[in-house]
C-alpha cells in the first residue's frame, strides 16, 4: 500500500511562491507516475501537472504552463511542485497522486490515479 504526504501549502500573496513537496512510502517509487491535482469549493477535482516515472515526460494544464514546474527525486522518493506567479484562482486544496506505470513512461492529466495523499491548503490572497 502507498502512502503520499503533501507538504508545502499555505497563505500566499498575489504573485508570490510556494513549493509543494509529495512524499512517497514505496519500495519501487520509480515505477510509478505521480500527478498533482487541485479543489477549489464547489469545484471538481483538476488534474494540475503530473510526471512520468522517470521524470522524462511532464505535462501541465494550460492554467499553469509557464509557471508551475513539477520534478521528481527517485531517489529520495518526493515529487515537487514549484509554483510561481501564483494567483488568486490556484487556491484550492492540492493533492498529489501516485499511478504504477512499471514499463511505460507516460502520466495521464485525469483523476483515475490509484493512491492519493490527504491534500495541502494552498490559499493565494493579498
Known amino acids: 500500500q502507498l502512502q503520499l504526504v503533501e507538504s508545502g501549502g499555505g497563505l500566499v500573496q498575489p504573485g508570490g511562491s510556494l513549493r509543494l513537496s509529495c512524499a512517497v512510502s514505496?519500495?519501487?517509487?520509480?515505477?510509478?507516475?505521480i500527478g498533482w491535482f487541485r479543489q477549489a469549493p464547489g469545484k471538481e477535482r483538476e488534474a494540475v501537472s503530473c510526471?512520468?516515472?522517470?521524470?522524462?515526460?511532464?505535462t501541465y494544464v494550460d492554467s499553469v504552463k509557464g509557471r508551475f514546474t513539477i520534478s521528481k527525486d527517485n531517489a529520495k522518493n518526493t515529487v515537487s511542485l514549484q509554483m510561481n506567479s501564483l494567483k488568486p484562482e490556484d487556491t484550492a486544496v492540492y493533492y498529489c497522486?501516485?499511478?504504477?506505470?512499471?514499463?511505460?513512461?507516460?502520466?495521464?492529466?485525469?483523476?483515475?490515479?490509484?493512491?492519493w495523499g490527504q491534500g495541502t491548503q494552498v490559499t493565494v490572497s493579498s
Open positions: 514505496a519500495t519501487t517509487f520509480d515505477y510509478y507516475a
Open positions: 510526471i512520468s516515472r522517470n521524470g522524462g515526460t511532464t
Open positions: 497522486a501516485a499511478d504504477p506505470y512499471p514499463f511505460r513512461n507516460i502520466c495521464v492529466m485525469n483523476v483515475k490515479y490509484t493512491y
